[in-house]
T-cell receptor
Framework: DARVTQTPRHKVTEMGQEVTMRCQPI?????VFWYRQTMMQGLELLAY????????DSGMPKDRFSAEMPDATLATLKIQPSEPRDSAVYFC??????????????FGEGSRLTVL | GNSVTQMEGPVTLSEEAFLTINCTYT??????LFWYVQYPGEGLQLLLK?????DKGSNKGFEATYRKETTSFHLEKGSVQVSDSAVYFC??????????FGAGTTVTVRA
């Protein structure tokens, strides 16, 4: 069963520490998204890649967040330095984009981050 | 820009009750519309979708019809079960392929 895999599932860290979250998209998918979910803000789009190229990262605080796709099987989201307000569940999602498809995305189970 | 507005929760129902969650949208072009469901501790899963006006998406007893004239995609189920307790998200995808989500509606079904 193809699925999006995220690590770590849970992370507790102290303020100021670097946090790296990883995502393995479904093989063959050419788009990858990072979303953040909090009770207050709901689901927020942080970054969007197509064919490994970043197309939109306007939702991401640029001073501390960075997102990359070193290869087609790995997407990373890094926070440095982390702050308590970054505590949230971070979801990775992947999909296959063509001119005719409907835009369905497949989500990972999320990485729950707690910054103390 | 694209946006989705869905009814606020939480919604609490008894088993076998009828469920409706309202969703309206604003979009340029001809978006595809989705309902995603999130069970506790899990990621979002696609529940159903519709890609053009008057299409009806259905899955697991849930239905939603793409209404262009009212820009709506309301989710319905005739008889809910305890296992339907989850958060439901309405979403749309337009030409840029990004999914725009509603705020989510928490549904609790009591036995």
């Amino acid at each position: 069963d193809a699925r999006v895999t995220q690590t770590p599932r849970h992370k507790v860290t102290e303020m100021g520490q670097e946090v790296t979250m990883r995502c393995q998209p479904i093989l063959g998918h050419n788009t990858v998204f990072w979303y953040r979910q909090t009770m207050m803000q709901g689901l927020e789009l942080l970054a969007y890649f197509r064919n490994r190229a970043p197309l939109d990262d306007s939702g991401m605080p640029k001073d501390r967040f960075s997102a990359e796709m070193p290869d087609a099987t790995l997407a990373t989201l890094k926070i440095q330095p982390s702050e308590p307000r970054d505590s949230a569940v971070y979801f990775c999602a992947s999909g296959y984009r063509t001119g005719l498809n409907t835009g369905e995305l497949f989500f990972g189970e999320g990485s729950r981050l707690t910054v103390l | 820009g694209n946006s989705v507005t869905q009814m606020e929760g939480p919604v609490t129902l008894s088993e076998e009750a009828f469920l409706t969650i309202n969703c309206t949208y604003t979009a340029t072009g001809y978006p595809s519309l989705f309902w995603y469901v999130q069970y506790p501790g899990e990621g979002l899963q696609l529940l159903l979708k519709a890609t053009k006006a008057d299409d009806k998406g259905s899955n697991k007893g849930f239905e939603a019809t793409y209404r262009k004239e009212t820009t709506s995609f309301h989710l319905e189920k005739g008889s809910v079960q305890v296992s339907d307790s989850a958060v439901y998200f309405c979403a749309l995808s337009s030409n840029d392929y990004k999914l725009s989500f509603g705020a989510g509606t928490t549904v609790t079904v009591r036995a």
